[in-house]
């Protein structure tokens, strides 16, 4: 539990001239006050005179055409104000994501239980609730698929709407990577290894529910109140659904509990439905959902069937990967193009490889629409790239951390889209810290003898090493850019809007910090106000780990603007350069007296990406971050329980802003990573999810987690990232869940491919390993 | 029905329904919005509040239970603009990420703390242990109880020297 320890590696570090030392401090976050008082504003907590409350009527069926719809019983409370169905909705009935294939409101026809059919809205919750569950809804149930595997069948039922199928029935998507021979490069490899790897979903489960208010402003315009990553998404999808030009709608982000993806597309549905009401009954709305819809109806991870073949030398140097995957869609696109493009470009793992051959398909299905959670489509990967190294060390009997480290992308080396790696690659140094800290070969040994002394206890070491592509890379550049608003206000102090949103990652902080930074002042003196689209440009979503990228790239573009104007005042009034800061609020007067503009913007735009679609191939991102974690577990060989008693996690994100907050990313993914490894799972059965709350869904609690862990950073800097940053955020997940199950495989000694490793499935490997002795 | 309680030290009576939940009570009743409601069933306890001492899901009670009884919520643990050193802690161990499990914490903090005053790590996960955290792996919560411990006997020393 130390803090996070930080070592430099081929960085450039010390050349950045930092002065005022904010960047890399573990300055404490500003928000954290209101929190632990209780008064930070979630959007259940706030109300405007005259709220109503919403409540949905969700589809029952998996697959049906809607015969009638009878909402009259509804009216019968006179607390109810209105009902609403999808002929009534002013602009288009669809919530654009990528494709606008989703409906805000059923029409005709559901896809998938949990779809929003229609809408009440009601002076209080309880009443709305009650009221929508007195919806007479006349089905015609029709075939459906649940299956990705089977909805790509040719006799399948069609499920995808026609607009989103790019590439047959069923098939959303279809994209892959051809790099080199893929003949020539299994013919020269002297072993090849292949595997099955199969994964279920997990849910978000932050703690906040979904939830918006939409309050209808002056001139026709609407604004939106809700938690969310992306208020750029939810303003085009409010604005399409009301007919509205964007520049009527208004999207304001309150404090958000938590999201990890789940709340890049879904508040977009959420915040139309709110709105829809909100435009019909001149009144604000406040749509909150409960757990059980929240879990039952709201986008989730994929589920996921990999099957990967790998070549390698005797010396254990990859020579060929051939990847063949499907993901689980669900009934609309939402997000699932773009995830699909993620787990491509994860598929060949950190590793150096001549000859790749992937082919990637997503899959329509009658099930919830899966969309971004937590490392966005590559933590499947993950453990496939990385069950394929330690089956190759297994079969070559090298060492599982050497075979990683000769296999290692380093500078001047070649991705698997041949993309050339030209700065910041701390790849190399997080295994070998991350090999240090645990000391891996004395480690292996004491384990050893550890498991030849017990019969019903066994412990294992799990290693997993990732690389994850920062921001959102060559297949939709058009998104990778933020604005940041600045203004000196009289006093000195120094207000800033940004486009991208805190939700509990510290973005906030972070980005206080690297204003302080830029403006050599000190962080009391900076306020970020809360995000409220209105306030700056399209900023892009808060997502794929460009939060602190994009906006501190932002922001110092804005400082330096203000910075000239302020240097020339101060020369005007011979104050010495040093001595502005302190004499700031001087100068600030000196602004408001004489009519300076005190107001800046800064923009910052994504580097240079591109991706070939038809090999696959490209600089597809401007900057990757690498980490390395290892875990150790004990199981118990008669209950199935797995407990993970020690992580290491070594990091390399380019230059870590605030430690504290990074070590808390950290420390976060490995506790949602021990969740997907071991225990996360939603059982379904046809169209059905049997998980309806967090009782039945379990999450790690404080008592599985491992308090012995250890966080470090190696810091290759990124000369394109704000004072030396890349992006840090998914990346713990996407290593840790694989060290977790890895560890139960060394454990076990017999491989698991199928996630999560509940008690079940490891005593069941346990009982086919004994009766194979 | 009437029911007469005491909320963070004040005390309140209110005409309310017989199947309200003490969580909607406080929340909307009385515009105590910082206990916060993440399941409705028991299982994250991010409504968790003392009644008469002792921690509860104030999800699971229905505000007819608690007529008479004595409520703490997570705005009744500071006095004025002053932290107490529990949310202090919290602030300095860096406990807080998206803040929504907080105030659950804070609360079950505050309890274990009165009847253990230096918990091991053991005895704060097994009191911690019905509060859920999606964001922070609960590492630094650990610490920041530990450290809330720390702070406390130390403003006790004080308090006890000055008298
Ligand atoms: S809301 Fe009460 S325990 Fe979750
Ligand atoms: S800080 Fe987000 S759930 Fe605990």
Redesign the interface.
Known sequence: MNEAETKHSNTKSQDLSLNSGMIGAAVPRPDAIDKVRGEARFVDDLVFSGMLHAAVIWSEFPHAKIRNIDLTAIMDDPRVVCTLTSEEVPGDNIVHVIYDDQPALAAGIVRYIGEPIALVAAEDRASARAAATRALIDYEEIPAVFDPEEALRPDAPLVAVPAAVEKGPNLFNSMRIRKGDIEQGFAAADVVVEGEYRFGYQEHAYLETQGAIAVPEEHGAMAIYGTMQCPFYVRSAVAQVLGLPLSKVRVVQTATGGAFGGKEDVPSLVSALAALLAWKTRRPVKLVYDREEDILTTSKRHPAVIRYRSGAKRDGRLTAIEVDFIYNAGAYQTLSSAVLWRALMSAAGPYRIPHVKVDGRMAATNTVPNGAFRGFGSPQMNFAHESQMDLLSDRLQIDRLEIRLRNALQIGDETATCQRLEESVGLTETLEQAGQTVDWENRLRKIEAFNADSHSRRRGLGISTVTYGVGLGGKAPFLDKAGAYMKLEADGSITIAVGTVEMGQGLTTALTQIAAEALSLSPERIHLAPVDSSRVPDSGPTVASRGTLMSGLAIIAAAEKLQERVSSAARDLDIPKEEIPSRLPEIARVFFMRNIDPAVEGWASGEPVDWDPESGLGNVYFVYSYATHIAQVEVDLVTGEVNVEEFVAVHDSGKIVNRRLAAGQVEGGIAQGLGYALMEEIPRQGGRLLTTGLTTYRIPTICDIPLRSEVSFVEAICSKGPFGAKGLGEVPLMAAHVAVSRAVVHALGRPITTYPFSPERVKKAVTMQKNSE | MQIRIIVNGRPVEREIEADMRLLDLL?DGLH?????????????G?CTVLLDGQAVNSCLILAAQVDGKEIL???GI?KGNT?HP??QA???E?A????????GF?VSTYALLKSNPAPS?QE???A????????????????AVHHAAKLMHQKEGRSRRAL
């Open positions: 929340r105590l919005t910082g206990t916060k409601e993440g399941c409705g069933e028991g299982e994250c991010a919520t997570v705005e500071s932290l529990i949310q919290f602030v300095e860096g807080v990420q998206c803040g929504f499990c907080t105030p804070i790590d704060i996960t097994s911690l242990t019905g509060n859920l955290c999606r964001c922070t792996g609960y590492v630094k919560i650990v610490d």
